[in-house]
């Protein structure tokens, strides 16, 4: 029987062909990571966002049900009272702040009837810890501290100016490096928060 050669013999890819391959990917990798990297940023800034907001209504709520003034304040090293430096992106607490000082105090505190002098609860301690990402407030006298009043409105005492609306809203501005990401503002006539995302090359919503 006459036996015929296999016509298709399998060969594999030449060093040429394995170095532009190479090269290809290496090219479109390159490509890539810097829209991953900026996928990945988004992601911690809307993380932070949203639990900032989450935290600032919840500490409006606390004050009208608690009756007592409330205070959010950048996190100390130990989660036991307010720092003197950085922002909210090294954390933050929740007091009720019965005299509104903006400070924990170890008594002072008057929730009834055998619970008279009391220290000041701590209601929340939170460490996001998010690097690279700084958050400023147009509060320049108190910019580490957030107080709500009973009746839902942002406190005027050591927290910021009550003006109109509009003209002296508090606003947390979230930057990654130097760029403005996000803006959450509070009315400071109704104390309501509302966040929104900073348009590319503006300091604006």
């Excluded at 992106?89 to 055998?114: K, L, S």
């Excluded at 810890?129 to 400023?136: E, Y």
């Excluded at 320049?140 to 100016?161: E, F």
Aim: hydrophobic fraction near 35%; proline fraction near 4%.
């Amino acid at each position: 029987m006459k036996q015929y050669a296999n016509q298709y013999t399998q060969r594999g890819l030449t060093m040429i062909e394995l170095l532009v391959t190479v090269s290809i990917v290496a090219i479109l990798a390159t490509m890539a990571t810097p829209s991953l990297r900026e996928m990945m940023e988004n992601s911690r800034l809307t993380a932070l966002n949203n639990q900032l907001v989450s935290t600032i209504n919840y500490v409006r709520g606390e004050s009208i049900k608690r009756s007592f003034p409330v205070t959010m304040c950048v996190r100390d090293g130990t989660g036991a009272g307010c720092a003197n430096s950085g922002g909210f992106e090294n954390g933050w607490i929740v007091f009720v702040d019965c005299n509104g000082n903006n400070t924990v105090d170890a008594t002072g505190c008057n929730y009834g009837p055998g619970n008279t002098n009391a220290a000041e609860e701590i209601l929340l301690d939170t460490t996001p810890n998010f690097n690279g990402i700084t958050i400023t407030s147009n509060n320049v006298s108190h910019p580490r501290t957030l107080t709500y009043k009973p009746n839902g409105k942002v406190s005027n005492a050591g927290t910021l100016t009550i003006g109109t609306e509009g003209a002296d809203e508090l606003e947390l501005d979230f930057k990654l490096g130097s760029t403005p990401r996000y803006k959450i503002v509070i009315a400071p006539l109704t104390g309501r928060v509302r966040s929104c995302r900073i348009k590319p090359g503006t300091s604006a919503c």
